[in-house]
């Protein structure tokens, strides 16, 4: 599908993507299938060439010209088998059962977008990338003599032992590893934050200079960034943005998304001159598709409300009618923590922990969710209960899982 953009070809109007339908086909929870074209040939019992001849005709193919007549014929015959290849397993694919010609359509046109969107890439601004770039280790020292008021850094390295004195000094509940050091990765410290907001600037602090490359970033010629989408890779059928794999092993951080990198990097994003670029994100998204798919209409109105998480406050009677994010921001914080909690399946204790209450604090929090999104709950049972009998679960546009004892 990239190909076309790039070769200036208009994208056909209907595709059916054989890798995106064979993804939706062996997707599950219990277990990974590589999703290659030889994996899936070989799952529908197509005959191809082998992994050793197709790797050797790619590598023959990025060494670059000039390709003798040998050199070319091999090319050729390798390009042919994936064309003969890909048909039969189109034909293959369609004759499942239940194979549904709507929503592979749908998801097709998904796999259009995508072309264009690693073709266009990211514009950013290259001069102040490469200022930053120049500039990186000065400009991290001065960071973390702006930012790190708590003691952690020694140098540019954040030390765990700092930081463990400084959790007991502020009797702070943390998570922790199973060596009983805390646990300092992303999402707990964005968790955490939300708890204790004072870090803040510290987890933004630890997520710029933890493993960051500055020099690794890159934009093309045209002053754009790309990277591979990957989309439908993960269970739920999310994006995966490829990651350099060589820098990653080495705990740096993937700089080959923009949308990876710290969120104050975001800067580096800019149009061209005489373009307009609009950087949108969807507000509380999963609250909505929620209240939508259960049909909650107290959950659809305190959507609407533009807060949802104060509009459950406010139903539930722990915050007067005309209270803000200004006047009771520490009380909407936990019922915030409440709604995200319980759509990730959350419990009464762990709901606890998060939030730095006793766990029958918790409690009350989820009955009063219980209690005001009633509609909610009930649609989350039914869901539940449909998945375990069934031993299946699909979204409204097919995208399947294979539910098993031990799915979450």
Partial sequence: MGVSPVLNWPLPFNVIDTFVEYRCLTNHSYARRGASLLDACKAFGIDTISKVEKDAARDLILAGAP?????????????????????????????VPDFDVPTSLFRGEYMKYVAEIEYYGIPIDADLLHELQDNWEKIKFKLIKNIDNFGIYE???????????????????????????PKIDKETFKEMAEIHPEIGPLKELKALIGGLNFKSIIAGSDGSSRTLISPFWT????????????????????????????????????????????????AQQEFFIAAVLSNDLNMIGAYKSGD????????????????????HGSVRQLFKSCVLGVQYGLGAE???????????????????????????????????????????????????????????
Avoid at 67 to 95: G, H, N, P, W
Avoid at 170 to 175: L, S
Avoid at 239 to 258: H, I, Q, W
Wanted: charged share 30%.
């Fill in 67 to 95: 390709y003798s007549e040998e050199d070319q014929e091999y090319i050729m015959s390798y390009c042919e088998s994936d064309v003969l290849e890909t048909a039969e397993l189109f034909k293959r694919t369609i004759t």
């Fill in 308 to 327: 949802p998480y104060l509009a459950f406050a406010k139903l539930a009677g722990a915050v007067p009618a005309d209270a803000t994010k200004e006047t």
């Fill in 350 to 408: 762990s709901l606890g922990f998060k939030i730095g209450k006793p766990t029958p604090y918790a409690k009350e929090l989820l009955s009063h969710h219980k209690r005001v999104f009633k509609n909610y709950w009930r649609w989350v049972d039914i869901i539940w209960t449909q998945a375990c009998l069934m031993k299946r679960i699909e979204t409204c546009y097919k995208w399947r899982m294979i539910v098993s004892g031990s799915t979450n």
């Fill in 155 to 181: 140098g540019t390295s954040f030390k765990i032992n700092n930081f463990e004195r400084f959790i007991q000094v502020n009797n702070w509940m943390w998570p922790r590893t199973e060596t009983g050091l």
């Fill in 235 to 282: 269970k739920t059928g999310r994006n995966t943005p490829k990651d350099d794999e060589e820098k990653k092993s080495r705990g740096e951080l993937r700089v080959r998304f923009m949308f990876g990198l710290p969120a104050c990097l975001r800067s580096l994003i800019k149009p061209a001159e005489g373009k307009v670029l609009a950087y949108i994100d969807y």
